[in-house]
């Protein structure tokens, strides 16, 4: 069942030094509190997974969190580049980062097949790339049944996962709608889970398309009004397109990016 507790709490018990975790969420409902606070416990070695990484991973390398990225995209979402991941891949400040890409199709089957609790997955993808030559996690298949060659990818098995969410009740469970993107997916291929939510609330009340998590199957709940900012939470807030544009340049020199880093703490 759920434990319900601050945001402090929360990623102390969830997110450790070593992991192979995933701040998730597309465009919408990402867990930026959660991961300013991965920051501000000086939480190290992290391979970090996400379908589409931008300012929040941007942050986590840059302060020197992750030793490697699992990934499918990343940029800062209709401004340009990641400054701080660049800096890492080129000149390995502050850090050395290893990286392992994916296409969108294939991270999002990894994420269903380890929340399936299945090994693998497949799918008709990769072919024409040369991603299948640069990492371990993707082989040709056969099919028993047809004899047509496929893909199979390595299901994701997470140490950790986070997630924002609308809201909670207050036995754990969760509510999330709008695009809700793997989040539901990245925290049952979790072994702990930790969902940040605009409010906790006496009872859930329906919501078309929305998607709960029960509480058996969430680690740690926090109530972080605001926690998806600069991101969004339909129904609660909007996104911050000015502060992706600042990022821009506080991103691209680090005695800015240093600055900004000190003011978080």
Request: hydrophobic share 45%.
């Amino acid at each position: 069942m759920a434990r319900i507790g601050t945001l402090a709490e929360g990623v102390a018990a969830v997110v450790h030094d070593g992991d192979t975790v995933a701040f998730e969420g597309f465009t919408h409902l990402i867990p930026f509190a959660a991961g300013h606070e991965v920051i501000r416990q000086r939480i190290r070695g992290l391979t970090l997974v996400r379908m589409t990484p931008d300012v929040i991973y941007d942050q986590l390398i840059g302060a020197g969190c992750a030793r490697k990225l699992v990934f499918s995209w990343g940029g800062n979402p209709g401004v340009g580049s990641l400054h701080r991941f660049r800096d890492a891949v080129q000149h390995e400040w502050p850090a050395p980062l290893e990286l392992e890409e994916h296409s969108h199709a294939g991270m999002a089957n990894r994420y269903v097949a380890g929340a399936s609790g299945l090994p693998f997955a497949v799918l008709r993808g990769y072919t024409g790339t040369d991603l299948p030559a640069q990492t371990e996690n993707i082989k040709p298949i056969t099919c028993p049944f047809t004899g047509e060659v496929l893909t199979a990818v390595a299901a994701l098995r997470l140490d950790s996962a986070v997630i924002h969410a609308q809201r909670a009740d207050r036995q754990g469970n969760v509510q999330l709608w709008g695009i809700t993107g793997v989040q539901k997916e990245a925290v049952l291929a979790a072994e702990r889970s930790l969902v940040t939510v605009e409010e906790i609330v006496d009872e859930l009340e329906p919501v078309p398309g929305a998607v709960v998590l029960p509480s058996w199957a969430v680690g740690h709940v926090a109530a972080v009004p605001g926690g998806a900012h600069p991101s969004y939470a339909a129904g609660y807030s909007v996104r911050d397109n000015d502060f992706y544009q600042e990022w821009d340049a506080i991103s691209r020199d680090r005695d800015e990016f240093t600055r900004w880093l000190e003011d978080l703490k």
